[in-house]
């Protein structure tokens, strides 16, 4: 029982420890808990009091007391107080969740310098303007990430993963997330907030981890049938490695792509014409 | 049954004769307290049918990659549990209490409108055989929230999601109609010297619920027309090839969705305002700031919608906004809640089951409330978002906000409706059933949400202690199931075999306790002038005056119609 406690005592907050988002959220969850512990404390103890002392007894008679605008006055503006405090509370640690911090100077040197293609108020983007930009697509029920590195117009030709990314350590990433179908809402707990991923929007968020390990998620909106298995997870490695591993997963898309059109072309000798798609 | 030395005024005597007890009687009744019954036994059979829907997803999840049902199975289970319990038990059970008890307590013989009464409730059923009726073909599977394109004819060719259109339509239609002659009722039916400042606060709350009912339902029924041409006529207000938007969708169906919210629990805190003071023995601490808390939530109500998109791609000013409307509605919420605890303050409370349900109530809802400033605080909605925490902050708003306040109404007013007392052991047996189970189905299921787990999913792999928190989850939630059977055994027994009542059996403040149990069909012969919010205590008072009191003659006279019984 007591381990039972304990653990759900040290559950009692979000998944945090991966980027500076998310522990900043943790902590403000943490204050905004201790608030709402004490008025549940006064509140549910005020109850059970009432309960207790004013149970009717031999001879007890019950007060007619029709209100009392003062007091009734006094606790309204007490709880407009307490949230005004918590809003204030919010917008002293939003800057710290929302906007992404520089990489650090051991991060990988693939961070670009970010173009806009399109206006947008709400893509946040680090103090030196660099990012690693990775676009997350998401589709029923698998999640696609496209990393920087496009050989031709509209970002074809870059490598792309799917369900696992790799990411640098030390090294701000921010993301694009997009739908190509139903609304899905990218999440790793570890690293942040999540972001829907709507059809015909972009939707921005950002991590930096530096701790190199696996963080998993899943899509968190319905998006069908699949909707549980839909995983997603973040590999985080030394920027060497992961500059190794995009070279290296280019140049298998490449060989893979190049294997297809053989193929293709095979089958379509075989099957005749107007059989085979891009023959 | 407890018997109280005081007199106890009763009315006179009846010239009408009672309706006939045949069953065309009672699919052409237009009497509001027939159709009354009507909409409770109704939704209440929806409500065990969604409580054994939410039973078949708690055993699907009490174990870790369970394969009990299939992940068609399930998203159809969650579908139509969200549905019913929204469109078919809570929102129409509240309209089938007010149908019954609004009259009485404003001292009116029947709604303004009563034949509309009766195309309300028929229109409800049909909205709730449509619906239904899906289970034999292909149920809805897309969520209660039907958020497209995954609710459009590409992703849901199945019939099941025009059955939920359809649901959404008629009970839309109904509740509408029933919202409009709540409305024209209480403004225009209320006895000789009810006054606004007289209302009993449980009407105060239906009057309430309707105009927001006015206000919200016109939204939702544009939105599923629209989602209806969508899926059979080729529009595209929702498809962003053609310029339509996703996101329109979820600020109209929230637009709806979020006061629907205030729909469904406004009624329940009026319950809990007219059961405290009864059996606190003391008048209900700050009359007008609980009549003005109501008012003020469904005012704000309708500016919060968005902090259930926080985690859409929407301009920051809207979430800054949202999150501050959201917080602001927290204040005339937590003021309604201490004036409850100061209701009981000083009282001398009688533990009722009526009672007990209030104050679990109460207790449950603070949850709910608690966690929604956290859920209402943007940048922490985008961990808590879609995972088990909303899970368990939806359902503590909605079990302490209209579930326990729903079985308190049982508890109070079935004397009423029936003429007979429910038994105290089993009710009280029912709330320790219900209390204890919300308690251990839904306090775990923050940690679930915390640690990662979203809603709507039909498995997960045991990372953590995601197994163990899972399974107190489901045991929870046969507790629950326990506790509600105990209260339908309890009436289904008491229906027959319970104590007689009489017509005032909690020494009441109101005037539906005026009148016998069962009421007549005309409610009143005549009605004493209604003197303050509590008319029962004067006529008691006066009654008491008359028969104990050292002058008669003195001017005053018995109220018309009340006549005392022995001493």
New interface residues.
């Given amino acids: 029982m007591g381990h039972?406690l304990q653990?759900?005592l040290a559950?009692?907050?979000?998944?945090s420890g991966g980027s500076p988002n998310?522990n900043?959220?943790d902590s403000?969850?943490k204050i905004?808990?201790t608030i709402?512990l004490i008025?549940?404390v006064l509140?549910?103890g005020?109850?059970i009091y009432?309960?207790i002392r004013?149970?009717?007894?031999k001879g007890?008679?019950?007060?007619?007391?029709?209100?009392?605008t003062r007091?009734?006055i006094g606790?309204?503006v007490a709880?407009?107080v307490i949230?005004v405090a918590?809003?204030i509370l919010?917008f002293t640690?939003?800057s710290s969740?929302?906007n992404p911090p520089n990489s650090g100077p051991n991060g990988s040197s693939l961070s670009a310098n970010i173009e806009d293609d399109y206006a947008s108020?709400?893509k946040k983007l680090p103090p030196n303007g660099k990012s690693l930009e990775i676009q997350v697509i998401g589709r029923?029920y698998i999640w696609q990430y496209v990393y920087p590195g496009a050989t031709e117009k509209d970002e074809l030709g870059a490598p792309y993963s799917y369900e696992k990314m790799v990411v640098p350590t030390n090294t701000t990433v921010t993301l694009n997330i997009v739908s190509s179908?139903?609304?899905h809402?990218w999440?790793i707990?570890e690293l942040?907030?999540?972001?829907?991923a709507?059809?015909?929007?972009?939707?921005y968020t950002w991590f930096k981890i530096s701790k190199p390990g696996l963080y998993?998620?899943?899509?968190?909106?319905?998006?069908?049938?699949?909707?549980?298995?839909m995983i997603a997870a973040v590999e985080a490695v030394p920027p060497a490695q992961f500059e190794e591993w995009l070279s290296r997963q280019k140049t298998e898309i490449a060989e893979a792509n190049a294997a297809a059109k053989e193929a293709r072309a095979k089958l379509s000798k075989e099957t005749g014409p107007g059989q085979v798609e891009n023959p | 049954m407890a018997t109280y030395a005081a007199p106890v005024p009763q009315v006179a005597a009846h010239k009408v004769e009672r309706e006939k007890e045949s069953w065309t009687s009672w699919i052409t009744t237009t009497d509001h307290k027939r159709i009354g019954i009507m909409y409770m036994v109704t939704t209440f059979v929806f409500f065990c049918l969604g409580g054994i829907e939410a039973l078949m997803i708690r055993l699907q999840l009490g174990a870790p990659n369970n394969t009990l049902v299939t992940p068609t199975t399930y998203n159809q289970l969650f579908t139509m549990h969200g549905t019913t319990m929204v469109f078919l038990f809570i929102v129409p059970f509240m309209a089938g209490l007010g149908n019954y008890f609004l009259p009485l307590m404003i001292g009116a013989r029947d709604m303004a409108f009563p034949r509309l009464n009766a195309l309300s409730y028929w229109l409800l059923l049909a909205g709730g055989i449509v619906f239904y009726a899906s289970i034999f073909w292909n149920p809805p599977e897309a969520g209660w929230v039907s958020f497209v394109p995954l609710a459009n004819a590409t992703y849901s060719p199945s019939g099941g999601e025009d059955a939920w259109i359809y649901l959404i339509h008629l009970t839309g239609i109904s509740s509408l109609v029933g919202a409009i002659n709540f409305y024209a009722t209480i403004a225009n039916m209320r006895t000789r010297g009810m006054s606004w400042g007289r209302l009993p606060l449980f009407v105060w709350t239906i009057l309430t619920y309707s105009v927001l009912l006015i206000i919200a339902l016109p939204v939702v029924a544009g939105a599923v027309t629209m989602l209806l041409t969508e899926r059979h006529f080729g529009t595209h207000f929702f498809d962003p090839a053609e310029g339509g938007s996703p996101i329109l969708w979820q600020h109209l169906f929230w637009f709806f969705g979020h006061p629907e919210v205030y729909i469904m629990v406004l009624p329940g805190f009026g319950v809990i305002s007219e059961v405290l003071p009864v059996f606190g023995r003391k008048p209900i601490f700050g009359y007008k700031a609980i009549a003005a808390s109501t008012v003020a939530i469904a005012f704000l109500g309708f500016l919060t919608w968005a902090h259930h998109m926080f985690t859409a791609p929407i301009p920051e000013a809207i979430l800054v906004f949202v999150m501050l409307s959201s917080y602001f509605i927290a204040v005339p919420t937590g003021v309604k809640i201490l004036n409850w605890v100061a209701t009981l303050w000083r009282g001398t409370v009688e533990f009722r089951t009526p009672l007990l349900f209030c104050v679990g109530a109460i207790s449950i809802f603070l949850i709910g409330g608690l966690s929604g400033v956290f859920l209402a605080t943007f940048p922490i909605d985008w961990q808590l978002n879609e995972t088990y925490f909303v899970v368990a902050h939806l359902h503590f708003v909605l079990m302490g906000g209209a579930v326990m306040p729903i079985f308190a109404a049982i508890y109070y007013w079935f004397p009423k409706v029936t003429g007979r007392m429910l038994s105290e052991g089993l009710g009280r047996l029912s709330f320790a059933l219900m209390f204890l189970g919300i308690l251990t189905t839904f306090l775990i299921q923050h940690v679930i949400g915390l640690d990662g787990m979203p809603r709507r999913v039909y498995e997960y792999n045991n990372v953590g202690h995601l197994h163990l928190y899972n399974l107190i989850s489901t045991v929870g939630s046969f507790i629950i199931a326990a506790g509600v059977l105990a209260t339908i055994v309890n009436v289904l027994h008491s229906l027959k075999k319970g104590t007689v009542a009489g017509p005032d059996p909690w020494r009441a403040n109101t005037l539906e306790w005026f009148t016998t149990s069962p009421p007549p069909v005309n409610n009143f012969d005549v009605l004493p002038l209604v003197r303050s919010s509590e008319p029962m205590k004067d006529i008691r008072r006066e009654v008491e005056r008359r028969t104990l009191g050292p002058a008669p003659g003195s001017g005053a006279t018995v109220p018309a119609g009340a006549r005392q019984v022995g001493v």
């Fill in positions: 039972i653990t759900s559950f009692f907050t979000p998944e998310a900043q959220i403000l969850y905004t808990l709402a008025i549940f509140v549910e005020g109850l009432a309960l004013f149970r009717a007894k007890a008679v019950p007060a007619q007391i029709h209100g009392n007091l009734e606790w309204t709880a407009a949230l918590l809003a919010t640690k939003l969740i929302e108020i709400d029923q179908d139903v609304v809402s999440w707990p942040g907030g999540k972001f829907q709507v059809p015909g929007y972009h939707n998993r998620g899943q899509c968190a909106v319905l998006c069908g049938r699949g909707h549980a298995r």
